[in-house]
């Protein structure tokens, strides 16, 4: 039985987070890097993503709840936040300002900036896999163990997603600066459509609870 609660756990995740869909957005967003500096986003977001998506494991109802935030309400706040980020995508106001600053090198700070934000939270830990990660612990039960199984689920998801983020470099080569310029405008209004979608899916939620 926990192992074919912790397949579906694992399906479950990995099509919410979608490592392969990441690639491309993933590339996007880390322009004008290279590979070791793609590597050190890799982990550091799959770590944060990590400790994030434990807590709401342990304890994500009693964290909204005692804040007074609805799972609705979470995903209309990640929508905007990815809107944001798919304007500057498709208006290249990100890479406008790396090339502003092109004397100088990549920082650490920008690592760990891109690594929590946007890829960590909120398209890694994001709406849909934090609301995940808070029903399969019901189904799971409340004991270690059953804890202990599901965090070792997450990890091989993330797992899987840091594998898939490797994979960019080659691609991002193989693409070119014309690849690269079509596929970031591509993957903003696509990421626009997704925010959409996810502040229309919490305002229906919400009025679904009200009505």
């Not at 890799?42 to 005692?66: H, V």
């Not at 890829?119 to 808070?134: D, E």
């Not at 689920?153 to 691609?171: G, K, R, Y």
């Amino acid at each position: 039985m926990t192992l074919d609660l912790a397949l579906n756990a694992f399906v479950t995740l990995f099509v919410t987070i979608d490592p392969i869909g990441m690639i491309p957005i993933f590339i996007a967003l880390t322009q004008g890097m290279n590979s070791a500096e793609r590597s050190s986003i890799a982990l550091r977001s799959a770590l944060i993503a990590l400790c994030i998506l434990t807590l709401f494991t342990f304890a994500g109802t009693i964290i909204l709840s005692t804040m007074g935030i609805t799972l609705h309400a979470f995903r209309i706040a990640g929508g905007f936040l990815l809107f944001y980020i798919a304007f500057e995508m498709i208006f290249e106001k990100r890479q406008m300002r790396r090339e502003n600053a092109s004397d100088t090198a990549v920082t650490k700070d920008d690592i760990a900036n891109i690594a929590a934000f946007p890829l960590a939270i909120p398209l890694i830990a994001g709406p849909g896999s934090i609301s995940a990660v808070i029903l399969l612990s019901g189904q799971f039960g409340n004991d270690f163990q059953s804890y202990g199984v599901l965090i070792g689920v997450v990890i091989a998801v993330l797992a899987t997603l840091i594998t898939t983020f490797m994979l960019a470099t080659p691609i991002d080569k193989f693409m070119g600066n014309t690849g690269r310029m079509i596929m970031t405008r591509l993957m903003g209004v696509l990421l626009a459509a997704l925010s959409v979608q996810f502040v229309v899916d919490g305002i229906a939620a919400l009025w679904r609870q009200t009505v």
